[in-house]
Nanobody, 119 residues
């Protein structure tokens, strides 16, 4: 089994910053891409950023310039640095990781970490 665990969420005032962490553990072969998503109440899941095993990073236009994704390949971790947060960023944030084994796609999700931005 593969486990994905997020951490780093919490309560922050507008304009503040948070750094989310995600670690993948268990039995996997080689994680290709890790990514961050979020879902606010009443909204659909939103892709925020991804980073591939080659280091190619993509950040959604909606958060570009405020959010940065990075990865520690040795530790199977990904990070989401979030700056200048505003109340619209309040959501549950989820980490995703995927790999391909013998041509089969394997998709792993964490349980999420809550981020609340409020004064």
């Amino acid at each position: 089994q593969v486990q994905v665990m997020e951490s780093g969420g919490g309560f922050v005032q507008p304009g503040g910053s948070l750094r989310l962490s995600c670690v993948v553990s268990g039995t996997f072969v080689s994680i290709h891409t890790m990514g961050w998503y979020r879902r606010a109440p009443g909204n659909q899941r939103e892709l925020l950023a991804t980073i591939s095993k080659t280091g190619t990073a993509n950040v959604a236009e909606s958060v570009r310039g405020r959010f940065t994704i990075s990865r520690d390949y040795a530790k199977n971790m990904a990070f989401l640095q979030m700056n200048n947060l505003n109340p619209e960023d309040t959501a549950a944030y989820y980490c995703n990781a995927w790999e391909v084994i013998d041509g089969n796609f394997h998709d792993y999700w964490g349980q999420g970490t809550q981020v609340t931005v409020s004064s």
